[in-house]
Structures are given as C-alpha cells and as structure tokens.
C-alpha cells in the first residue's frame, strides 16, 4: 500500500474552498485555529505534534466533500475528551448539530465497567445508537479510525493487532454498509497487516513479481473493450480503466475458497462508467457478444441495488488468452455512490453560494433501521453488540418473496428468519416454508436468489424449539418475546416459587422478609419496571432466582453479619479485660504463630503495611469480621488505631526466636549507583537465605539507586544479618524496613 503524505490545514483549507462558499471556509479555519488552541503543546505516540491527526481526518472528509459542520467536527473530535474544552464550549462556539457529532465519536470514559471489553462494548454502542441519529457521526468516526489505522506503527504489537481486529470486526463493515468502499478497502488492507502480517506481505511480494505481465494484459483487455463500446457510438461520457483487487480481498478468496495465489487469475478487473441505465445495459450486451460470458457470475445490482444503495452490473467473461476477466459498468452517479457511499448523500452539493443540500436517506437506510430495531429489542450491551455483528455486519444472501420484493438476511439464516423480518405475526404463524416450489424444512439455509414463500396459519404459534432453528438474533428475540407475554402468569407464578425456594435454603422465611416494597427496590435496581416483570424474568429464565435472592437479603444479611462481628469483638474485649485484671495468660497460638491474650482460635492477621516477623514487638487490634489485625509496635496504623480509639489487645509471638515458618518482609537499599550493584544485593540476600520473593530497582535524576526487595525470614534475628551484609556493601548508603 502507497504512503498517504499528510496534509496540511492548508491543503484542507484548498479542497473545501474548492466547493464551499467563503462563510462555510470560515468556519471551516475557525474549527482548525479553536483545534490548536486546545491541542497546544499535545504529542501523539510518534512524537508529532497531536494536531496533526484531527487535520488529517478533517482532510478525509473534506476529499468526501462533506458539508461545512462535519469538516468542523473532524478538526474538533478529540477536544471534549483529551483537554479540557467541554462540550457545552463548542456548542456555545460552534452550535448544536457539530457539538451533537462531537458528543457521539466521543468515547465513555467517565464511567468505569467491570472489565475493557465492557466498556469497549458500551463506547461502541453509543456511538451505533448516535449514528442511527445522525450518519454524520459515523463518517467522522470512520475517518478518525482510517487515520489511525494508517499511523498505527508507533504503538505495541499486542496493542497493534487489538485495534485491528476491532477494525476489522466492527469499522470495515460498517464502512461497507454504509457503501463507503474507498475507505473499507484501506481499513481492511490495514488490518490485514498488523493481524496477520506474514500473509500481508507474502500477497504484496507475489502482486509485484508478474506486476508488468498483468498490467500489460489489461491493457490489452481495456483497448479490447473500448473497441467494443466504440461502436456503440454512445454519445454521452464513457470512461473505461483497470482496477486493481485489494490484498484484504484477494486474502480472504485465499483463505476461504482454499486457493493458492497462482489460481487467482481475477487479479485485475475492469471498469467502464457511462452517463445512463441504458447505456450499461448497452455495455453489457457489447461485451457479452464479444466474449463468452461465465455461467453464474453475471450479477445485476442496478435491478436489484444492495442495501447500502450500490448499484452496478458484475460479470466475468473468458477474456483475452482464455483468462477470467471481470468487469463492472456503472453511471458516473452510480459511481459516486459507489465510492463514497452515504457520504455521497450528506456531500456538499450547490456549489458556493446556496450552501448544502443534505437528503435524509440515512433514515432509510436498512443498517440504521436494523440498529434501532437491536436498542429496542435488546437492553444488554454485550447481547446489543452480538446482535450487530451477527445480523447487521455479516455477509448477507438475498431473497425473494412471491410477490419480487428482495428480503436481505445474514448468511446462514433460514425461512423463520426471513418470516420475523418480514413481520413479527408471520413469523409467530409459521406453519412451513417453499422454496423455489418446494417444501423445505425450516432449518433449511437460504440462498442468494431463492423464492421463499412462508407458509402461515392462524392456529400456528411459536415452538420453544425454534430458538435451535434460527440464527438472527432479531428472531431469537421475537421468538423470546413471545414465550414471555404468552406465558406470563405462568413465569411470574414460577418465577416467585425458585425466588422463594432459594430464600428458605438460605435460612429465612419468604413471607416475612419479601415486603412488596423491597421486591420493587431490587427489581428496580435490575432495571426491570416493576416486581411482577423480575419474577416473570425468573421464571423464564433470563435472570437466576439465585440473583434476585441474594438481593432481597442483602441488608439482613449484612446487618446479621454487624451483629456477628460485633458480638466476637466484644467477647475478645471481655476476655482479655478479666485476664489483665487476674493477671493471668492463656497462651493459645494462632496459625501465624501469634498469640491473643485468653482467646483461643481466633483468625489473627499479619498486616501487609508493616510485615511483622518472630522477634517483632508487636500490639493487634481487632477488626470487623476479620479477627485481630497485627501489626509492629512502630506501625503508624497501629498508633492511628490507638489515637481513634480502636480496641487494642495484646499480642505476641509463640516463639520469638522464630521457627520452621517463613515470614515475608520488605526492605529498601539506597546508594551511589554502580555497575554491578544489583548482582551483588542479589548474592548477599541469597547467601542467607533461599527466599527472595521479588526485586526491583530504579535509579532518580541524581544517579541514586533504589532497590527494594521482598525476602523471606525465619525470625528478626536473620533479618538483621542481611541487613548487615548489604550494609557492608560499596556505595550502599542505607538499609532499611519498608512501611506502605
């Protein structure tokens, strides 16, 4: 793939100028100068200044000719986000629509979700959710990640290959869907070589080797058809050129139909773009009287356009030497579409003086449809998410019915499928299904131009088998949907009978712990509307009766244990009160080795701030639930949890001299930093003993070295000859105890 140079604001000032009037070009230069203000001083990753990348994708959009205020966006999408400029700014600068296109590319950072995919998921989610507002969103995005993609070098391999996948899974196709191929093509190529950069590479190598060969027989293709369209005498603009294949698509062929390099003859294909419909259907039959056409490879997308609005017609002949030769004929307007996709719709179209003329196809188109019927369907992010990829992103089949309307569906998907996505009561009164004339059955896989006629009844109603039998989640859903409003009753009677099941084996009685109250607080917590709606969920099995129990009871359940923890400290206080004033000890040991003062198996704990060891004098305290906490007489919590009053007890060592236990301390040496200093801590803590958990070191401005260390001791007295040792070492300045 060719280096894209970067451009310059002025190189985008140049292009918009090119079809914007002067005040959209102004407004266009005061985006750009509010951009450097908030990036001042800001680098990327490659040490470039970071103003650089929103120039860029303002650059992307204004080669899409997009209108004045997605341009603005472009320049301004990073602001909110990465300085301190909000969105309320840029509203109150730049107006509502480009503050509403900023606010949708920008990530949800604010809220923190339990893992990266989680949140990752819900970024995504917002931004489909905006984009079915407005398109423009998207296409900003789009532009944003293309740049990215492009300068993608200077970050971590593993982090590389992350960004592609998400590329690849979720902006490609959406690229696609929105018709926009000028940019799926580079953001697959892109992705093809940082996830899998050996077949990348190999493809690029083996497209130079025979590079002359084959651009020398396409020439010798193209003259072929320009002869033929030339006696057509088309009187309007014909345009004829080769077209290269992208390595992502000549990978995937590869990859899916198991063919080597050498059988992909299909390399280069040919384009021919002329003024009307007829025109390429004149092409066509040109084309097809000078050479034999290949059976099932002809396909006619202007009769039938994609749903991203492509139209073309597609057919490969036996061409020049007996090789496949594929060639696609177009309108210029077609072409457009083609190339820039709906960006083509929200392009700047008047000229300089009556500004821009915006159509609302977005609102028609099926992929924005398909994400607003997915947020209303769907109130779980991660089962939204899955629903994009599998129904809106993958490959489609296209379908008739028996009246010649075209239902477009995922591969894979069969007759209850393309039922539910004509309507939901179809499918709910499916009785079967034909296919071409014939019965099928419904797990039958529909193909590209099958006649599906859905055979119904009004006595039909869904089988709980279905959910085996389709593959959208849109019907998935629907199929669901129905169970749960047919079945309501009976799911909310069962639903409240595992509820209450699950409340007695955990020790309680339901009627007296399950108020209608607190049933409306937990069911609202689980964001369902009401009580009956949770335990009909229960029922039905979408939430555990486990879940919601474990709500109900979390209050008494945590006031039981108050009570629980309280009563223990209060015993141990007791206790070890009536020992002090009889002056007597009870030594019972713990498992650290530590004794309580007239308590015997009680949990003791060796804090992690001081680390104490045998030898250490040392004082506990006790805890909430968790027994005594010890710690070194010289721990600043202990003298905290003295001064507020916490209860303090007495605490010592079973044998101070130590024993077979090995006890974790941390201790931190500090010197002149020298070659070979850390080899030498490591030989001298390993000469005196076999444990060191960890090590590390780090050196300040004042070439001062900072090793610290974790090792493991039997007792105070083993400590403190490491500690000698490392003190005898040259340039060691200090050797001392760690206190977090």
Known sequence: ????????????????????????????????????????????????????????????????????????????????????????????????????????????????????????????????????????????????????????????????????????????????RLGISTMKWELEDLSLRYIDPDQYFTIVKLMNSRRDQRLDYIDKAIQDVKQAVAELELTGNVEIYGRPKH??????????????????????????????????????????????????????????????????????????????LEIQIRTHEMHEVAEFGVAAHWAYKEGKTNGVQQTKDSQKLNVVKEILELRNETQDTDDFMSGIQSDVFADKVYAFTPKGDVIEMPVGAGPLDMAYLIHTEVGNKTTGAKVNGRIVPLDYDIKNGDIVDIITSNNSHPSHDWLDLVSTRRAKNKIRQYFRMHDREQNIETGRRLVDQQIREAGYEPAALVTDELAQQVATKLHYNNAEEMFAAVGFGDISAMSVRNRLTETVRREEKQREAEAQAQAILENHETLANEHQQLPKSSGDGIIVEGVDNLLTRLSHC???????????????????????????????????????????????????????????????????????????????????????????????????????????????????????????????????
Not at 112 to 134: G, P
Not at 279 to 289: F, K, S
Not at 721 to 738: E, F
Request: charged share 25%; glycine share 6%.
């Open 247 to 324: 390595i992502y698509s000549i990978y995937r062929k590869m990859v899916n139909k198991h063919k080597q390099f050498s059988e992909i003859y299909d390399l280069l294909a040919i384009r021919v773009v002329v003024d009307t419909i007829p025109d390429c259907y004149a092409v066509l039959g040109a084309i097809h009287t000078n050479w034999k056409p290949m059976p099932g490879r002809f396909k006619d997308y202007i009769a039938m356009p994609k749903t991203n609005g492509y139209q073309s017609l597609h057919t490969t002949v036996i061409g020049p030497d007996g090789q496949p």
């Open 610 to 740: 001081c680390k104490p060891i045998p030898g250490d004098e040392i004082l506990g305290y006790i805890t909430m639930g968790r027994g005594v906490s010890v710690h070194r007489i010289d721990c600043p919590n202990i003298k905290h949890a003295e001064q507020t009053g916490q209860r303090i007890v007495t605490v010592y060592w079973e044998n101070p001299q130590g024993d077979t236990q090995i006890y974790d301390t941390d201790i931190e040496v500090r010197g002149d930093n020298r070659s070979g200093l850390v080899n030498e801590v490591l030989r001298s803590i390993n000469s005196h003993t076999r444990y060191l958990t960890s090590i590390n070191g780090k050196i300040n401005s004042n070439n001062i070295a900072t090793i610290n260390a974790t090792v493991g001791v039997r007792s105070i007295g083993q400590l403190n000859i490491i500690m000698k040792a490392l003190s005898g070492l040259t340039n060691v300045d200090s050797v001392r105890r760690v206190i977090h």
């Open 1 to 176: 793939m060719s280096k894209i140079p970067n451009l310059t604001h002025e190189d985008v000032r140049d292009i918009c100028a090119s079809y914007m009037n002067e005040e959209h070009v102004a407004l266009v230069e005061k985006a750009y100068r509010f951009a450097m203000i908030c990036h001042k001083d800001q680098r990327r990753k490659s040490g470039e200044l970071y103003i650089i990348h929103p120039i860029q994708v303002a650059g992307i959009l204004a080669n899409l000719h997009m209108d004045p205020e997605t341009v603005c966006a472009g320049y301004m999408h990073d602001i909110v986000e990465d300085t301190g400029a909000t969105l309320s700014d840029i509203e109150t600068i730049f107006g509502s629509t480009i503050a509403m296109i900023i606010d949708g590319d920008t990530k949800i950072s604010k809220i923190h979700y339990k893992s990266d995919r989680e949140q990752m998921a819900e970024t995504h989610r917002k931004l489909l959710l905006a984009m079915s507002q407005d398109i423009r969103v998207m296409i900003v995005k789009l532009a944003d990640r293309l740049h990215n993609m492009r300068t993608l070098d200077f970050l971590r391999p593993e982090k590389q290959a992350r960004i592609s996948r998400e590329t690849l899974q979720i902006y490609a196709p959406i690229a696609d």
